[in-house]
């Protein structure tokens, strides 16, 4: 018994780096350029914006749309710049989350 169905799979997919994002963007705003954090809001704002209710995918690329979200990653690189131990587990989280997506791949499911 699988716990979520194929599309809610696909949306958790999906919502987890809009989320992610907009938290970590949240909780920086003070120390980022203002311009930054607009920019950010902006992407998620342009990833959510428009919903095709007709696919099983809801919001169609929003994670791809995160990936050019670069004060994020200044953000992350600031936390994590002391902690060699955590930098190592969100290396090793990275590569497991590419191999579970690979795997999918290679058995001809759709990743991005």
Not at 30 to 48: C, D, E, H, Q, S
Request: charged share 10%; aromatic share 10%.
């Amino acid at each position: 018994m699988s716990l979520f169905s194929p599309q809610e799979a696909a949306l958790l997919l999906e919502l987890v780096p809009v989320v992610l994002f907009s938290a970590i963007v949240l909780a920086a705003s003070r120390r980022l350029p203002f311009a930054f954090t607009l920019y950010v809001l902006g992407l998620v704002a342009l990833a959510l914006a428009a919903p095709v209710p007709s696919q099983y995918e809801l919001i169609v690329s929003a994670g791809r749309h995160m990936a050019v979200a670069f004060p994020v990653f200044i953000v992350l690189a600031g936390w994590l710049r002391k902690r060699p131990g955590l930098t190592i587990a969100c290396i090793a989280c990275g590569f497991m989350i590419q191999a579970a997506l690979l795997s999918v791949f290679l058995r001809g499911g759709w990743v991005a």
